[in-house]
């Protein structure tokens, strides 16, 4: 069965620390995909990235940089020199190549950045 | 890029009564929607798809004739709330999925709308 797993609830941090999130997946498929997306507290989510399951290097943009680990099935998000816009619940999601239509969301881990 | 919208941004309607809301593709024809519903403080669940022209398809535990959906168009779908109740209330989001490249077979993303807040008293 697919599972996305973030167990980090919330996490505070305070401006111009790094910050890594944890996600974690099961699936028993192959080919598959993973994202994460920022949910501000306005509501809508934004698209973060996409990473294949073939593809295992690790992404960086900006601060953001990401760790796709499949020997752990994992895929960290790390947030370099934290900034209060960083505030926002993020969400690892996973498809399947069987059904790319399908996104399965973790439980979200809201963040506190502090002045 | 590819722009969702969704009407209206917030709702309250009384017990029983039903509500409307839109989802549109400003800039782009999406023939495929998708309808998720947020509990607060927790994760999008998918509800459903909606696609241009035919019956939606539901997700197990999501009661069809309670929330309807039509895709009239290849810009917009619209999720009805029948006979809504508290327990309804919720945050709707909605998203479409656009087609960002064709080698090794169609490859597709979901853009998000910036979600409905319903609540019903």
């Known amino acids: 069965a697919q599972k996305v797993t973030q167990a980090q609830t919330e996490i505070s941090v305070v401006e111009k620390e790094d910050v890594t999130l944890d996600c974690v997946y099961e699936?028993?498929?192959?080919?598959?995909?993973l994202f994460w997306y920022k949910q501000p507290p306005s509501g809508e989510l934004v698209f973060l990235i996409r990473?294949?399951?073939?593809?295992?290097q690790n992404e960086i943009s900006g601060r953001y940089s990401w760790n796709f680990q499949k020997s752990t099935s994992s895929f960290n998000f790390t947030i370099t020199a934290s900034q209060v816009v960083d505030s926002a619940v993020y969400f690892c999601a996973l498809s399947e190549a069987r059904n790319t239509d399908k996104l399965i969301f973790g439980t979200g881990t809201r963040l506190q950045v502090f002045p | 890029g590819a722009v969702v919208s969704q009407h209206p941004s917030r709702v309250i309607c009384k017990s029983g009564t039903s509500v409307k809301i839109e989802c549109r593709s400003l800039d782009f024809q999406a023939t495929t929607m998708f309808w998720y519903r947020q509990f607060p403080k927790q994760s999008l669940m998918l509800m459903a798809t909606?696609?241009?022209?035919?019956?939606?398809?539901?997700e197990q535990g999501v009661e069809k004739d309670k929330f309807l959906i039509n895709h009239a168009s290849l810009t917009l779908s619209t999720l009805t709330v029948t006979s809504a109740h508290p327990e309804d209330s919720s945050f709707y989001i909605c998203?479409?999925?656009?087609?960002?490249?064709?080698?090794?077979?169609?490859?597709?993303?979901?853009?998000f709308g910036p979600g409905t807040r319903l609540t019903v008293t």
């Open positions: 998203s479409a999925r656009v087609l960002v490249g064709l080698a090794g077979g169609p490859d597709y993303e979901q853009y």
């Open positions: 909606s696609n241009e022209g035919s019956k939606a398809t539901y």
């Open positions: 699936t028993r498929d192959t080919t598959y995909y």
């Open positions: 990473r294949n399951s073939f593809d295992e």
